[in-house]
């Protein structure tokens, strides 16, 4: 099993609609929990950092962690084409972050 | 504020070449990474210094050396460049510490290997 799993998308949402990406991990050891975006040909960049169980909301975006079943997931309210990138999931083990392959998402005008 | 820099930005070596990548950060972080990030394959993780002094390897650390110069700077060597490493690389850098936070990067090197 790998360690951080993500659908690689393309994940195709109609603009204004809400963006739901999905990603789990193996590690039970892991206590930090990121979502980075990245566009195409720059660097990562951290939208979302979660550490404990429930929901956390910062503007138009949700993560949620679900630590009795290993996943995380973020939620794209009101969906604009500028979210449209690969979006990394991201889990540290113990002094090391290991990150998912990304899922591409689309937003469609 | 520069955060964290790298340089070059491109390269282009051939087969057997070496090179230096360099990597600056200016946030007083304790943690450095390099990753390479090819098509499909996510980031994945070289090297990485968890604090001055020390360097550990990554999970493909192969064909790669590091320096943890002081705790500003943090460098990838290649002693003989592969077409295999034709990749972008990134540096990052943490506070560290017991709650593991938020990583910064660096603009990518993306270098070709001939």
């Known amino acids: 099993q790998k360690e951080v799993e993500q659908n690689s998308g393309p994940l195709s949402v109609p603009e204004g609609a809400i963006a739901s990406l999905n990603c789990t991990y193996s590690?039970?050891?892991?206590?930090?929990f990121f979502w980075y975006r990245q566009y195409s040909g720059k660097s990562p960049e951290l939208i979302m950092s979660?550490?404990?169980?429930g929901d956390k909301e910062d503007g138009r975006f949700t993560a949620q962690l679900n630590k009795a079943s290993q996943y995380v997931s973020l939620l794209i309210r009101d969906s604009q084409p500028s979210d449209s990138a690969t979006y990394l999931c991201?889990?540290?083990?113990?002094?090391?972050?290991?990150f998912g392959k990304g899922t591409r998402l689309h937003i469609l005008p | 504020n520069a955060g964290v820099t790298q340089t070059p930005k491109f390269q282009v070596l051939k087969t057997g070449q070496s090179m230096t990548l360099q990597c600056a950060q200016d946030?007083?972080?304790?943690?450095m990474y390099w990753y390479r990030q090819d098509p499909g394959m996510g980031l994945r993780l070289i090297y990485y210094?968890?604090?001055?002094?020390?360097?550990d390897k990554g999970e493909v650390p192969n064909g790669y050396n590091v320096s943890r110069l002081n705790k500003r700077e943090f460098s990838l060597r290649l002693e003989s460049a592969a077409p295999s490493q034709t990749s972008v690389y990134f540096c990052?850098?943490?506070?560290?510490?017991?709650?593991?936070?938020?990583?910064?990067f660096g603009p990518g090197t993306r270098l070709t290997v001939l």
């Open positions: 990052a850098s943490t506070e560290g510490g017991e709650t593991y936070n938020e990583q910064f």
């Open positions: 590690d039970r050891v892991s206590q930090s």
């Open positions: 979660i550490y404990s169980n």
């Open positions: 991201a889990v540290n083990r113990y002094d090391k972050i290991i």
């Open positions: 946030m007083n972080h304790n943690s």
């Open positions: 210094s968890a604090s001055e002094g020390t360097t």
